[in-house]
């Protein structure tokens, strides 16, 4: 990996063995982009690739030279107001009502590593080898504005995260409208747009579409991430598939208000955007304050998506999640949640954990209900002390008594909410978001607690570091049920509200930055009323996240696969629910929802007491299952080998480092009759090493199952303990190969 700068020409070039990523100072100063792709040698001068032409009805930047518009030139962080008419990456409103802007490049710094992006989460090195960074320096003459602009190239991977900093070195206030993660000019636009989309128990499904002239966008404007759209887009050629071809994935560490935009103008030239949303976005510079946008990663594969994926994966999972729980196997937990809902007392509690140890499981997780008056969904979030009536140990004598079962014990809050029926509201109304004059929306019947303020992130840190620190408690759900509206902070000023939805994200970021370095052995779950903030964002500090509150295994194909694109197994929690299922009122035989659960975060949600005997055989087999091959599942290569967006039947696998090991899961949905014989061609595996396959005891050779394929008709595999499932509806099958 290397940055070069060529002084004569101006040219930096980042390259690493996979990409090389090109950028120019142009003629009138501003930044250029010329290249984002595979690897290309290096050379002093890459002018040839600044496309220059006379565009009728576009003024000139200069007088004599009418080749030289920005309509149609690639740049590193467009402007609107001058010649380019795209959308812009920065707009900022000047204390004359101006919003123009130039920011003329001055300098570069070239630095091993990678900065730390002060209260944001962002990926990070361990060793300076493993990246190298450049920030351009810019500058605004007539605002006094300096803007830097960071690019860290990874020594592995086509990685490249961005992110800028703005810095009002004038001596007036600012007011910054628009301050993009990201933005890359690409010269074409023979891409297809992939975005992952959904609502509330069916987030993250895959929708494809042809860009054309125009835009196509996916954002938030909801406060979080959110259920709706990721903040994750990916760009690739008409041909390129799971297994080979070229694909740009973009994605935004962030976990609030976000827009993931490709703009193609009528020159056939694209520019992708990523970042905090501009509408809405109101952010106040005084002299020398400064603001740094969220950090925006994107990696380039020529070798197909499942390459792509495995790229984030790798980074995600080692160099963007932290901590004690990084590179660790998650324990198997049972969450009484939609066991129970909030009908339990601790001896009930007991008795369900009881069973849960009895059938292997590692840790028992109480759900909602536990603190205040919260005997529904109307009030106490807010008051984090246990409830004496429905635990008159308190949180600490449950822990305790789950403890001594031999169990770890986890415990759920929702620290950035309360209820009008709480403790916390009627001490501090003027604590939760909303508009004066104007009435609130109560989604829930819950409030959203004004983040951007300290005071309430402190009151909150206290209550749940009490607990923490008294209790024995190993993990934390932290959820986040409804979405901010008539979003205002009674604490800021009227020309500061248009920040409150991003200090409100700062705030988040705070408490948990807080409680994981003082609680480092905790494993913290992020969960948002299910996947309404699975996003990288939180996977800074949460390892984990619930994937979706649809825990049917059916369902859940679509959501883990969707997931799968940007997100590591070990962030998906999935669990094994009771039928008919609870969302979609679905039956699935036992073995599919725990053949789905397995690819991700494993565990149970439900009473296992309630299990038939032969159920809960097969749970304590389950159970052991995942805990001999979870680092195989959690952390291995994953391939996406069939999809359930595509057709009625979904493959995909696990493959160990070594190759030595392998796990393919398959799933029928609906069940046929007189089916043909089929074939899954697998992928990763070593061609020479014959692999014996648990279930039937036959032996295969790597080659023969990557190019002839595993024959997954009936005739020739299956699990025989479960021959009347081969026939039915929402049947699956693990395929377990072992190098012999
Ligand atoms: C939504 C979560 O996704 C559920 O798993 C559960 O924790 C409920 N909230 C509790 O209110």
């Known amino acids: 990996m290397s940055i070069l700068f060529h002084d004569q020409t101006k040219t930096f070039h980042l390259f690493n063995e996979k990409i090389s990523y090109i950028m120019t100072v142009l003629p009138n100063h501003q930044m250029g982009q010329l290249y984002f792709g595979k690897k290309i040698r290096d050379r002093e001068d890459f002018s040839h690739l600044l496309e220059y032409c006379s565009r009728p009805m576009t003024s000139c930047v200069f007088e004599d030279d009418r080749t030289f518009s920005l309509e149609h030139v690639k740049q590193e962080y467009g402007v609107y107001g001058t010649t380019d008419y795209r959308r812009p990456a920065v707009e900022i409103l000047s204390s004359n009502g ?17 900065p730390a992006l002060a209260g944001l989460p962002a990926t990070y090195t361990e060793a300076d080898s493993e990246a190298e960074t450049l920030t351009l320096i810019l ?41 993009m993660s990201l933005c890359l000019d690409l010269p074409d636009h023979n891409y297809e747009w992939m975005q992952f989309s959904g609502a509330w128990a069916r987030e993250r499904h895959l929708i494809t579409r042809k860009l054309e002239h125009g835009i196509v966008a996916v954002d938030s404007r909801r406060g979080n991430s959110s259920h709706n759209h990721n903040p994750f887009v990916i760009l690739r050629r008409p041909d390129t598939n799971e297994f080979q071809g070229e694909a740009i994935g973009f994605s935004l560490i962030y976990s609030g208000n976000f827009l993931a935009q490709a703009e193609t103008d009528t020159h056939d030239t694209t520019r ?44 995600y999972q080692k160099r963007l999640a932290r901590g004690y729980w990084r590179d660790r196997e998650r324990p198997v937990l049972n969450n009484n949640w939609e066991a129970t809902y909030f009908n339990f007392t601790e001896d009930r509690l007991v008795e369900i954990a009881s069973k849960a140890k009895e059938c292997g499981v590692e840790l028992f997780v109480l759900d909602d209900g536990w603190f205040g008056e919260r005997n529904d ?88 570091a009490k607990i923490l620190s008294e209790a024995k408690v190993s993990y934390i759900k932290w959820d986040m049920n409804r979405s901010i509206t008539e979003c205002y902070s009674h604490a800021l000023p009227a020309d500061r509200q248009g920040e409150v939805f991003h200090r409100y994200i700062l705030g988040v970021y705070d408490l948990y930055e807080r409680l994981t370095s003082r609680f480092p052995h905790v494993l913290f779950e992020s969960c948002a009323s299910g996947g309404g903030r699975f996003d990288p964002g939180m996977l800074y500090y949460a390892p984990q996240a619930w994937a979706s ?47 789905t659960a397995f690819f991700g975060a494993f565990g149970y949600e439900l009473d296992l007491n309630k299990l038939t005997p032969e159920e809960l055989v097969q749970v304590k087999q389950q159970v052991a299952f995942m805990k001999e091959y979870r ?97 039915c509806d929402f049947d699956s099958r693990l395929y377990v190969l072992t190098a012999e």
Request: proline letters at 5%; aromatic letters at 10%; hydrophobic letters at 35%.
């Open 98 to 114: 101006s919003r123009l802007s130039d920011f003329k490049y001055q300098d570069y710094k070239i630095t091993p590593g990678k």
């Open 139 to 179: 500058k605004d003459s007539v605002t006094g504005m300096t803007l830097h602009l960071l690019y860290t190239i990874f020594a592995d991977g086509g990685i490249i995260a961005r992110s800028a900093q703005l810095i009002n070195n004038g001596s007036e206030s600012v007011h910054v409208t628009t301050a």
């Open 272 to 315: 992708v955007l990523l970042g905090i949303h501009p509408m809405g976005f109101d952010w106040k510079l005084a002299p020398q304050e400064s603001f740094q946008t969220p950090e925006a990663v994107m990696v380039y594969t020529d070798s197909g998506l499942n390459s792509l994926s495995q790229t984030f994966h790798r980074l």
């Open 377 to 464: 969904d109307h009030a106490g979030l807010g008051d984090w002390i246990a409830n004496p009536k429905r635990l008159p140990n308190g949180i600490t004598g449950l822990a305790q008594r789950i403890e001594d079962l031999g169990l770890k014990f986890g415990l759920w809050f929702e620290p950035e909410m309360t209820n009008k029926n709480s403790d916390l509201y009627r001490n501090h109304p003027d604590w939760i978001l909303e508009t004066p004059g104007r009435s609130t929306s109560p989604g829930r019947s819950q409030h959203v607690l004004d983040f951007s303020r300290k005071e309430v992130v402190d009151c909150i840190y206290e209550m749940m």
């Open 549 to 595: 509150d649809n825990s049917d295994a059916v369902s859940r194909l679509k959501i883990q696969y969707g997931s799968s694109y940007c997100y590591p197994l070990s962030s998906i929690g999935s669990h094994v629910s009771v039928v008919p299922n609870h969302q979609v009122y679905r039956t699935t035989p036992l073995h599919t929802r725990a053949n």
């Open 631 to 727: 680092r195989l599942l959690q952390f291995g290569t994953f391939y996406r080998i069939l999809s359930p967006f595509e057709g009625n039947v979904t493959c995909w696998m696990c493959v160990s480092d070594d190759k030595k090991q392998a796990i393919a899961g398959w799933y029928r949905v609906l069940n046929g009759a007189n089916l043909p014989f089929s074939r899954i061609r697998l992928q990763g595996l070593n061609p020479d090493f014959c692999y014996k396959e648990q279930a039937s005891g036959a032996s295969y050779y790597g080659d023969e199952l990557m190019n002839l394929g595993l024959i997954t008709t009936d005739g020739m595999s299956g699990q025989p303990e479960d021959i009347h499932a081969k026939y």
